[in-house]
């Protein structure tokens, strides 16, 4: 969402910005580096000030103390597994300070010595929080105080001695980092003097993955409708086609591809981090499709080849063919990432873990028949690496069920990309990483609509980040799809997107609920009779009456349990759900909501929806307490 606190630099970007593929910018148009006052200044009316922001528009000065004694050593210290955390020891110090701090950077040659020197490179994403992004960026950081011993020097060493006194002491401390198969070596880098004024002490020795090309972070999609055929897709760092095995010894050999840094969106005056600072290799992407499969069955698949390896074997379920009796799926958006150590980095969104976990847990012990993220989908926003660690994290989930998507404005908004917002929100990336990454049920590329049925349902997934307006091709299609749907076979038609059309968090209203989309899509819900509208975007849980033009056409009635139930036999309008509360900083809510929302949470947490022929019942689920926070039910007669 947070688009608000950017109009300068929107303003800029639109009036200045063109589309090129120029892998650097061109700094000697730059006579002088703003200083630290310069910079402050620029962000007075800002809702908060990053420190780590103000670090990368200013060269690295020289350390005024430099140790002779100071050492990095890391645990392990020689080729590292596909995940590992990684001990780092700085020792030597003189004088413990609260600024000292470590990065971890990949690869190890990545440049932290000098900073680009324009003013919005690393705000445009939209993420202000603290972050020390050099000008390669790291992708971790963390303060050497997080270890309690450090600024009183309880770990201590005597580098010189006289007469039996110590006279040079010295201290240390040690630091954790989770750490993934990045394909390319990692290293850490020793700062001091904090993010204000950096200097870079000592950078340690590289360390290599041993399996650079090692298969992994395999995730499941529906390609079609009949649940007989199941899209897989996994990262490597090998070029070369490798195979998925499943069922009763069935083969398929994965198609590779990858994307480049000339594949993202920059601009003239600011280079984007996907095109720039922000760039990681992103290895190979390997996809497949698993087909001959029956619907609603549990079949086995393991996925590599002979030459890089294989993974371990995985249990997964197909869902429900279109038109069967039921199904079971759980919805959300906005989820991202957050680290698993003390780490700072990039969009960290704190409720992503435990509402992932809590979606596994569920996964692994109940029936599920798919998931559905509609947009916000990793907040990469053009820090390449950080889609590896979000790959992770998706892992145990999206590998044993069917993981659809929607595009979200952190996916694909660009200026000059053709989205219809001018946002720099997906920080370069215009959607090429994710539609790479999560192969969708249709062969266009850029245009990440479709519809797929799943026992009684017909879901229409659409992008609010195209233009939907009439007379468009995103326009027609919704307009066809959604016409086309034959109601005896999917008698709930679920229609879905990134962007709210209501929602109690007024903020800009071009970036919540645009008007325009109101005004364009909701007749088209409402007279192709949509039972229930799915949305994200805004980083809270709320539920709607039956609503057509802000206006309550029909109100739950109470079932023999207390539960809201909307009886759509009569049709009058669609319900309408906002769940973007999967990990992205909660949105909290107005005393005075309008009449039409009738549950508001902002707790973070997933939704659960079982649909038969003749209801939907649909949850929110808390992820900490795992219970239960609103419930309803559509039925139909």
Same mark, same amino acid.
């Given at each position: 969402?947070?688009?608000?606190?950017?109009?300068?630099? $929107?303003?800029?970007?639109?009036?200045?910005? #063109?589309?090129?593929?120029?892998?650097?910018?061109?700094?000697?148009?730059?006579?002088?580096?703003?200083?630290?006052?310069?910079?402050?200044?620029?962000?007075?009316?800002?809702?908060?000030?990053?420190?780590?922001?103000?670090?990368?528009? %200013?060269?690295?000065?020289?350390? *005024?103390?430099?140790?002779?004694?100071?050492?990095?050593?890391?645990?392990?210290?020689?080729?590292? *597994?596909?995940?590992?955390?990684?001990?780092?020891?700085?020792?030597?110090?003189?004088?413990?300070?609260?600024?000292?701090?470590?990065?971890?950077?990949?690869?190890?040659?990545?440049?932290?010595?000098?900073?680009?020197?324009?003013?919005?490179?690393?705000? %445009?994403?939209?993420?202000?929080?603290?972050?020390?992004?050099?000008?390669?960026?790291?992708?971790?950081?963390?303060?050497?105080?997080?270890?309690?011993?450090?600024?009183?020097?309880?770990?201590?060493?005597?580098?010189?001695?006289?007469?039996?006194?110590?006279?040079?002491?010295?201290?240390?401390?040690? !630091?954790?980092?989770?750490?993934? &198969? @990045?394909?390319?070596?990692?290293?850490?880098?020793?700062?001091?003097?904090?993010?204000?004024?950096?200097?870079?002490?000592? !950078?340690?020795?590289?360390?290599? @993955?041993?399996?650079?090309?090692?298969?992994?972070?395999?995730? $499941? #999609?529906? !390609?079609?409708?009949?649940?007989?055929?199941?899209?897989?897709?996994?990262?490597?760092?090998?070029?070369?086609?490798?195979?998925?095995?499943?069922?009763?010894?069935?083969?398929?050999?994965?198609?590779?591809? =990858?994307?480049?840094?000339?594949?993202?969106?920059?601009?003239?005056?600011?280079?984007?981090?996907? #095109?720039?600072?922000?760039?990681?290799?992103?290895?190979?992407?390997?996809?497949?499709?698993?087909?001959?499969?029956?619907?609603?069955?549990?079949?086995?698949?393991?996925?590599?080849?002979?030459?890089?390896?294989?993974?371990?074997?995985?249990?997964?379920?197909?869902?429900?063919?279109?038109?069967?009796?039921?199904?079971?799926?759980?919805?959300?958006?906005?989820?991202?990432?957050?680290?698993?150590?003390?780490?700072?980095?990039?969009?960290? &969104?704190?409720?992503?873990?435990?509402?992932?976990?809590?979606?596994?847990?569920?996964?692994?012990?109940?029936?599920?028949?798919?998931?559905?993220?509609?947009?916000?989908?990793?907040?990469?926003?053009?820090?390449?690496?950080?889609?590896?660690?979000?790959?992770?994290?998706?892992?145990?989930?999206?590998?044993?069920? #069917?993981?659809?998507?929607? !595009?979200?404005?952190? +996916?694909?908004?660009?200026?000059?990309?053709?989205?219809?917002?001018?946002?720099?929100?997906?920080?370069?990336?215009?959607?090429?990483?994710?539609?790479?990454?999560?192969?969708?049920?249709?062969?266009?590329?850029?245009?990440?609509?479709?519809?797929?049925?799943?026992?009684?349902?017909?879901?229409?997934?659409?992008?609010?980040?195209?233009?939907?307006?009439?007379?468009?091709?995103?326009?027609?299609?919704? %307009?066809?799809?959604?016409?086309?749907?034959?109601?005896?076979?999917?008698?709930?038609?679920?229609?879905?997107?990134?962007?709210?059309?209501?929602?109690?968090?007024?903020?800009?209203?071009?970036?919540?609920?645009?008007?325009?989309?109101?005004?364009?899509?909701? *007749? $088209?819900?409402?007279?192709? /009779?949509?039972?229930?509208?799915?949305?994200?975007?805004?980083?809270?849980?709320?539920?709607?009456?039956?609503?057509?033009?802000? /206006?309550?056409?029909?109100?739950?009635?109470?079932?023999?349990?207390?539960?809201?139930?909307?009886?759509?036999?009569?049709?009058?309008?669609?319900?309408?759900?906002?769940?973007?509360?999967?990990? @992205?900083?909660?949105?909290?809510?107005?005393?005075?909501?309008?009449?039409?929302?009738?549950?508001?949470?902002? %707790?973070?947490?997933?939704?659960?929806?079982?649909?038969?022929?003749?209801?939907?019942?649909? +949850?929110?689920?808390?992820?900490? =307490?795992?219970?239960?926070?609103?419930?309803?039910?559509?039925? /139909?007669?």
């Amino acid at each position: 969402m947070d688009e608000s606190i950017f109009g300068f630099v $929107l303003l800029i970007l639109a009036l200045t910005s #063109s589309t090129s593929h120029s892998l650097r910018p061109n700094l000697d148009r730059f006579k002088a580096l703003p200083t630290r006052d310069d910079l402050l200044k620029e962000y007075q009316n800002y809702t908060a000030i990053s420190k780590f922001r103000t670090i990368n528009r %200013q060269e690295l000065i020289q350390c *005024p103390i430099a140790s002779p004694y100071i050492e990095i050593t890391t645990t392990p210290n020689s080729d590292l *597994p596909s995940e590992v955390n990684i001990t780092v020891m700085v020792s030597g110090v003189l004088v413990p300070s609260s600024s000292d701090w470590v990065a971890m950077i990949t690869p190890s040659s990545s440049d932290v010595t000098s900073c680009p020197t324009s003013k919005a490179q690393y705000v %445009q994403t939209g993420d202000l929080a603290k972050l020390p992004l050099l000008c390669h960026y790291p992708v971790k950081a963390q303060y050497l105080s997080d270890d309690p011993d450090y600024l009183n020097c309880a770990k201590s060493e005597c580098k010189k001695s006289v007469g039996g006194a110590c006279v040079v002491k010295t201290c240390s401390a040690s !630091i954790t980092f989770h750490v993934v &198969n @990045f394909r390319t070596d990692v290293a850490f880098a020793f700062f001091t003097l904090g993010f204000d004024t950096p200097c870079l002490l000592k !950078i340690s020795s590289p360390l290599k @993955f041993a399996n650079p090309a090692s298969p992994l972070y395999a995730h $499941l #999609s529906s !390609i079609d409708s009949t649940g007989t055929s199941m899209s897989v897709t996994w990262v490597s760092g090998d070029n070369q086609p490798q195979q998925v095995k499943y069922g009763n010894g069935q083969t398929q050999t994965s198609e590779v591809t =990858t994307f480049t840094q000339s594949d993202m969106c920059t601009t003239k005056l600011l280079p984007s981090p996907a #095109s720039d600072f922000g760039w990681h290799d992103p290895g190979y992407i390997h996809t497949t499709v698993m087909t001959g499969l029956q619907p609603s069955t549990n079949y086995t698949y393991k996925y590599g080849s002979d030459s890089v390896g294989w993974s371990d074997s995985i249990t997964f379920h197909t869902p429900p063919a279109g038109g069967d009796n039921e199904v079971t799926f759980l919805a959300f958006g906005d989820m991202g990432k957050a680290p698993l150590d003390k780490s700072v980095e990039h969009y960290v &969104n704190p409720g992503a873990p435990a509402v992932t976990q809590a979606m596994i847990d569920e996964v692994s012990s109940s029936h599920v028949d798919s998931v559905m993220h509609v947009g916000d989908i990793s907040y990469a926003t053009g820090f390449l690496a950080e889609w590896d660690y979000f790959l992770r994290q998706l892992f145990p989930l999206a590998s044993q069920v #069917s993981y659809m998507s929607g !595009i979200g404005n952190h +996916e694909r908004d660009y200026p000059t990309s053709g989205s219809m917002y001018i946002t720099p929100d997906s920080g370069g990336e215009c959607g090429v990483p994710y539609e790479t990454y999560f192969p969708l049920p249709t062969s266009a590329k850029d245009k990440p609509w479709y519809s797929i049925e799943q026992g009684p349902v017909h879901f229409t997934v659409i992008s609010t980040e195209h233009d939907f307006r009439p007379g468009t091709e995103q326009y027609n299609w919704m %307009q066809s799809d959604m016409a086309s749907v034959n109601r005896s076979r999917t008698p709930w038609l679920i229609f879905t997107g990134h962007r709210p059309m209501y929602s109690s968090i007024k903020g800009l209203a071009i970036f919540n609920c645009d008007p325009r989309f109101v005004k364009a899509v909701e *007749p $088209l819900l409402a007279a192709n /009779k949509v039972d229930m509208a799915m949305f994200g975007h805004v980083h809270n849980y709320e539920r709607t009456c039956a609503i057509y033009q802000g /206006k309550c056409l029909a109100m739950p009635g109470k079932d023999s349990n207390g539960i809201d139930t909307y009886d759509l036999s009569n049709y009058t309008a669609p319900v309408q759900v906002i769940f973007g509360m999967a990990g @992205f900083t909660l949105d909290g809510f107005t005393s005075n909501p309008d009449p039409w929302s009738l549950a508001r949470i902002s %707790q973070f947490g997933y939704t659960r929806t079982h649909a038969t022929r003749t209801e939907l019942s649909f +949850e929110f689920v808390d992820a900490y =307490t795992r219970e239960v926070r609103d419930s309803f039910r559509i039925v /139909k007669s």
